[in-house]
């Protein structure tokens, strides 16, 4: 069946350093992939997207790496802080079914520890 | 714009009953998305509202049901309530592919 799993469930890093956060999925029909940031009692927030054209896409801090050969994506963030802290899911859609709606199909999570 | 919210923030209920909970989208969104968070399983679609139509649905029994109003405005309802319905209930709107969720209703079922 369709499923996006995330290699690490958690992930410790010191203040400073920069963090890769991993993923798999198994759709490769999915055309369009998104990285989120769960904090505590909130829903996700959208950090970074990028389309199956794309092998890399960078935001402030952020990079998202999408490697379709082996179906993986990777969140890269660079001088990770405290308020980086949080639960990370990558979701990816099929813009084929765009016509009959859309889905994310969430991984599991990856909850990332920043250390001061 | 304000943000996606959803009512109530927290709901407390006993087996067997039923519940229905509300999302406002932001303004200008059409799309209206439902997902269940648990520890076990994750963020699970539930279905997706476009124009007061069901345009998507999840892996999910019968006793989930939703849909939406002429504002864009949806809700869902869960009847038959069960231990394992208690989970974070979260919407989501969008214009085009980016999702925008609000901070979830969490539901107990007792």
């Known amino acids: 069946g369709e499923s996006v799993g995330l290699h690490l469930p958690t992930l410790s890093v010191q203040e400073g350093d920069n963090s890769i956060i991993n993923c798999a999925y198994s759709n490769s029909a999915s055309d369009y992939f998104i990285w989120y940031k769960q904090e505590s009692g909130k829903g996700p927030q959208f950090i970074i997207d990028i389309r199956s054209n794309m092998d890399k896409r960078q935001g402030q801090r952020v990079t998202v790496l999408l490697n379709k050969t082996v179906k993986h994506l990777s969140l890269q963030i660079a001088a990770t802080q405290p308020g980086d802290s949080a639960v990370y899911f990558c979701?990816?859609?099929?813009?084929?079914?765009?016509?009959?709606?859309?889905?994310?199909?969430f991984g599991q999570g990856t909850e990332l520890s920043v250390k001061p | 714009k304000a943000g996606v919210t959803q009512t109530p923030r927290y709901l407390i209920k006993t087996r067997g009953q039923q519940v229905t909970l509300s999302c406002s989208p932001i303004s200008g969104h059409r799309s209206v998305s439902w997902y269940q968070q648990t520890p076990g399983q994750g963020l699970q679609f539930l279905f997706e509202y476009f124009s007061e139509t069901q345009r998507n649905k999840g892996n999910f029994p019968g006793r989930f049901s939703g849909r939406q109003f002429s504002n864009s405005r949806s809700e869902m309802n869960v009847s038959t309530l069960e231990l394992g319905d208690s989970a974070l209930y979260l919407c989501a709107s969008s214009q085009h592919n980016e999702q925008f969720f609000g901070p979830g209703t969490r539901l107990t079922v007792l």
């Open positions: 979701a990816e859609i099929a813009l084929t079914i765009y016509n009959q709606g859309r889905k994310l199909i």
